[in-house]
């Protein structure tokens, strides 16, 4: 068996969760845990011991990936975790609640199938910006070994051989958090309905777009591809919205972008660094158009994708994990409190999430080897379904991830795209 | 490169059916089938608790806490009398086991009328108390138990709207009321004379009626739901 990395073992015993990773834990239910995935499909089939030995080799470049979570009196903190993490063979149904005693305590777990690597992560340990950082640089020390290739590693496929800097695993919300917060009054969005697919069940559907298309279809539209992808699913949401027949639904068709933070500060935290933005329409004021949503979007996220209005969103939530009364509040009581707040409110504001990682550059020796990747957002709580992207050479990669049958979401979505001449692929899990 | 004839997109070679709007995926130009699944045919589950073993532990305690109160009554009193209670409340408590171990729903409730019966039953036998317990007890247990039983039935059958079934299960307890009544009377005087029951029947029987009717009108139902809104 391989040994574990032991270049970089120095670090703390225990570790508090960061600002953002506070709630998850609290969520933490028998059949729910807030997780994403990110996979890298090469171009020939995966091998296991490679994989475990690569895998073995990285853990410890990434410091806050080695530990466990444990519960205290009063908060949820990380300790160290000795054991060495494992891989096993992916599954048809992703993102099911991660049990942390199969996975030797590790809050993520690394999966394999054909020619796929996926890793899963429970996102009290990190962000999407953090876990492409753990997956990239494992998959680079995978193509190390197996093709005895020199690589040139970069900001996201890290040397395992360095030491890692204490400012990765820092918790950067206390660190840039300013005294002024603000946290803004949102109204509740619509959710829409369908029929819910038996528990473990997750439907995912991937549609693969060419970059060239999309660039050129918000090029006409004088926006962002981000703007693009969210107008574009409001613009759906809207037609699902007309169709329901239910009387009584919320009138806000919102999208909530997640933010990495990273972009805004010089951070090199591969822990939770991201905030949010809800962007979305009123239909209570009529039909919207395309070019009227994608308008909105624009100007939204121009007013809202500030660092100080950023700033003042997390400085509020890093105000309240400092309130003195919730702090000495006992964990079973603040567990249930914090659980129940992040049901009503946090998937009440939005109607949708669309989570965008954006282009990845991989090093040029690991292209050659590197075919596809993908980034899905595990089941949420209150709302039906989620989406996320990520781009890689030419094409972009769409996630639609639900827990209800019932596909017309994404039917609408796509079928625009190809009402606009840009080409889709499309893969799913089903069975 | 197999495309959907209904939505228009491509759809990779593993794809039978297509994702988004269900349509079968015939191409025949592709003769070799098929490619491999882009996912792993296996599933993963949640983590199963054990029912049979958690039972098993909580029984085989429950029998070491009847044998320790046995033990202790011998070596008091050189008898067995208080444990006797100790004993069968056990076993009362045990029999509420049967709704994690049995996959038939009906079968606990089965056990849960059996187990109730008993423990009146030898509480009963060993204050002298059968006549109380044969003529009186016993049937207004037996009918407690059929009232929820029908409840059950009727609140799942998802024929009828909720307000329809809640109306039917709840005109059923002034039923219920004048059983006991009735059984009471019987045990006391030997004659049935209604009484108090007849104040709890009315008021039961004209709210299951309000009830009823209301859950056909539609327009009324809509008023509420509009002003009860969140």
Same mark, same amino acid.
């Given at each position: 068996?391989?040994?574990?990395?032991?270049?970089?073992?120095?670090?703390?015993?225990?570790?508090?969760?960061?600002?953002?990773?506070?709630?998850?834990?609290?969520?933490?239910?028998?059949?729910?845990?807030?997780?994403?995935?990110?996979?890298?499909?090469?171009?020939?089939?995966?091998?296991?011991?490679?994989?475990?030995?690569?895998?073995?080799?990285?853990?410890?470049?990434?410091?806050?990936?080695?530990?466990?979570?444990?519960?205290?009196?009063?908060?949820?903190?990380?300790?160290?975790?000795?054991?060495?993490?494992?891989?096993?063979?992916?599954?048809?149904?992703?993102? =099911?609640? *991660?049990?942390?005693?199969?996975?030797?305590? $590790?809050?993520?777990?690394?999966? &394999?199938?054909? !020619?796929? /690597?996926? +890793?899963?992560?429970?996102?009290?340990?990190?962000?999407?910006?953090?876990?492409?950082?753990?997956?990239?640089?494992?998959?680079?020390?995978?193509?190390?070994?197996?093709?005895?290739?020199?690589?040139?590693?970069?900001?996201?496929?890290?040397?395992?051989?360095?030491?890692?800097?204490?400012?990765?695993?820092?918790?950067?919300?206390?660190?840039?958090?300013?005294?002024?917060?603000?946290?803004?009054?949102?109204?509740?969005?619509?959710?829409?309905?369908?029929?819910?697919?038996?528990?473990?069940?997750?439907?995912?559907?991937?549609?693969?777009?060419?970059?060239?298309?999309?660039?050129?279809?918000?090029?006409?539209?004088?926006?962002?591809?981000?703007?693009?992808?969210?107008? =574009?699913? *409001?613009?759906?949401?809207?037609?699902?919205? $007309?169709?329901?027949?239910?009387? &009584?639904?919320? !009138?806000? /068709?919102? +999208?909530?972008?997640?933010?990495?933070?990273?972009?805004?500060?010089?951070?090199?935290?591969?822990?939770?660094?991201?905030?949010?933005?809800?962007?979305?329409?009123?239909?209570?004021?009529?039909?919207?158009?395309?070019?009227?949503?994608?308008?909105?979007?624009?100007?939204?996220?121009?007013?809202?994708?500030?660092?100080?209005?950023?700033?003042?969103?997390?400085?509020?939530?890093?105000?309240?994990?400092?309130?003195?009364?919730?702090?000495?509040?006992?964990?079973?009581?603040?567990?249930?409190?914090?659980?129940?707040?992040?049901?009503?409110?946090?998937?009440?504001?939005?109607?949708?999430?669309?989570?965008?990682?954006?282009?990845?550059?991989?090093?040029?020796?690991?292209?050659?080897? *590197?075919?596809?990747?993908?980034?899905?957002?595990?089941?949420?709580?209150?709302?039906?379904?989620?989406?996320?992207?990520?781009?890689?050479?030419?094409?972009?990669?769409?996630?639609?991830?639900?827990?209800?049958?019932?596909?017309?979401?994404?039917?609408?979505?796509?079928?625009?795209?190809?009402?606009?001449?840009?080409?889709?692929?499309?893969?799913?899990?089903?069975? | 490169?197999?495309?959907?004839?209904?939505?228009?997109?491509?759809?990779?070679?593993?794809?039978?059916?297509?994702?988004?709007?269900?349509?079968?995926?015939?191409?025949?130009?592709?003769?070799?089938?098929?490619?491999?699944?882009?996912?792993?045919?296996?599933?993963?589950?949640?983590?199963?608790?054990?029912?049979?073993?958690?039972?098993?532990?909580?029984?085989?305690?429950?029998?070491?806490?009847?044998?320790?109160?046995?033990?202790?009554?011998?070596?008091?009193?050189?008898?067995?009398?208080?444990?006797?209670?100790?004993?069968?409340?056990?076993?009362?408590?045990?029999?509420?086991?049967?709704?994690?171990?049995?996959?038939?729903?009906?079968?606990?409730?089965?056990?849960?009328?059996?187990?109730?019966?008993?423990?009146?039953?030898?509480?009963?036998?060993?204050?002298?108390?059968?006549?109380?317990?044969?003529?009186?007890?016993?049937?207004?247990?037996?009918?407690?138990?059929?009232?929820?039983?029908?409840?059950?039935?009727?609140?799942?059958?998802?024929?009828?709207?909720?307000?329809?079934?809640?109306?039917?299960?709840?005109?059923?307890?002034?039923?219920?009321?004048?059983?006991?009544?009735?059984?009471?009377?019987?045990?006391?005087?030997?004659?049935?004379?209604?009484?108090?029951?007849?104040?709890?029947?009315?008021?039961?029987?004209?709210?299951?009626?309000?009830?009823?009717?209301?859950?056909?009108?539609?327009?009324?139902?809509?008023?509420?739901?509009?002003?009860?809104?969140?």
């Amino acid at each position: 068996m391989s040994k574990r990395n032991k270049a970089n073992l120095k670090i703390p015993n225990w570790l508090k969760l960061d600002n953002a990773a506070l709630i998850y834990p609290s969520t933490l239910s028998k059949k729910y845990a807030s997780m994403f995935r990110l996979t890298i499909t090469l171009n020939e089939i995966v091998d296991e011991k490679i994989l475990n030995e690569a895998l073995l080799n990285v853990i410890n470049r990434f410091p806050s990936f080695c530990y466990e979570l444990k519960k205290g009196l009063f908060w949820f903190y990380m300790k160290k975790n000795k054991l060495n993490p494992i891989i096993e063979e992916d599954y048809n149904n992703p993102m =099911l609640r *991660i049990n942390f005693k199969k996975y030797n305590n $590790y809050m993520f777990r690394v999966r &394999y199938y054909d !020619k796929r /690597i996926a +890793v899963e992560y429970f996102h009290a340990l990190t962000d999407g910006a953090g876990g492409l950082k753990f997956i990239s640089t494992l998959v680079g020390e995978y193509i190390k070994i197996k093709y005895k290739e020199r690589i040139n590693y970069n900001d996201i496929v890290f040397n395992p051989n360095v030491k890692a800097s204490r400012r990765e695993y820092s918790d950067d919300f206390y660190k840039y958090a300013r005294i002024d917060s603000n946290l803004e009054y949102e109204k509740f969005a619509y959710h829409y309905k369908g029929t819910l697919e038996n528990g473990s069940k997750l439907n995912v559907i991937t549609g693969i777009i060419p970059l060239e298309n999309l660039k050129n279809m918000s090029k006409k539209y004088n926006c962002t591809l981000t703007c693009l992808i969210t107008s =574009l699913l *409001i613009w759906s949401l809207q037609k699902i919205y $007309y169709s329901d027949k239910r009387k &009584y639904k919320k !009138k806000n /068709i919102k +999208v909530s972008i997640p933010v990495n933070l990273r972009n805004y500060y010089n951070s090199k935290t591969v822990r939770n660094f991201s905030s949010y933005i809800n962007i979305g329409i009123y239909t209570g004021y009529g039909h919207y158009s395309l070019e009227e949503i994608i308008n909105i979007v624009k100007n939204n996220m121009e007013l809202n994708l500030t660092e100080k209005k950023l700033n003042a969103k997390f400085s509020a939530n890093v105000k309240l994990s400092k309130n003195f009364a919730i702090r000495i509040m006992p964990m079973f009581i603040k567990k249930h409190m914090l659980s129940l707040s992040e049901k009503m409110l946090g998937d009440n504001y939005c109607t949708t999430t669309l989570s965008n990682l954006g282009l990845i550059t991989f090093p040029k020796v690991l292209e050659k080897y *590197i075919d596809e990747v993908g980034f899905a957002i595990g089941k949420s709580r209150g709302k039906p379904g989620s989406v996320s992207c990520i781009g890689y050479k030419d094409n972009l990669y769409i996630t639609f991830t639900r827990k209800i049958k019932e596909s017309e979401f994404e039917r609408l979505f796509f079928t625009e795209l190809i009402n606009n001449n840009i080409p889709v692929l499309i893969e799913s899990n089903r069975r | 490169m197999s495309f959907c004839v209904n939505c228009g997109v491509k759809l990779k070679e593993s794809e039978k059916v297509c994702p988004l709007c269900n349509t079968k995926v015939i191409n025949p130009n592709n003769l070799k089938g098929f490619d491999k699944p882009v996912y792993s045919l296996l599933v993963d589950e949640y983590n199963k608790i054990n029912h049979k073993f958690v039972c098993g532990l909580i029984t085989v305690i429950l029998i070491a806490v009847s044998f320790i109160t046995i033990f202790c009554n011998l070596i008091f009193t050189g008898s067995l009398s208080w444990s006797i209670y100790v004993l069968f409340s056990i076993i009362y408590l045990d029999s509420k086991l049967s709704f994690a171990l049995f996959k038939n729903k009906y079968i606990p409730y089965i056990i849960e009328l059996i187990s109730t019966e008993l423990l009146l039953f030898v509480i009963a036998y060993l204050n002298n108390g059968l006549h109380w317990y044969i003529y009186l007890i016993c049937p207004i247990i037996f009918v407690v138990w059929a009232y929820i039983l029908i409840c059950i039935l009727v609140l799942k059958s998802k024929k009828y709207n909720f307000l329809r079934r809640f109306a039917i299960c709840f005109s059923f307890i002034s039923l219920i009321l004048i059983v006991i009544e009735g059984g009471i009377d019987l045990f006391k005087y030997n004659v049935i004379n209604f009484n108090w029951s007849v104040y709890a029947v009315v008021p039961i029987i004209i709210i299951s009626v309000i009830i009823y009717i209301i859950s056909y009108n539609n327009k009324l139902l809509d008023e509420i739901k509009q002003r009860l809104f969140i």
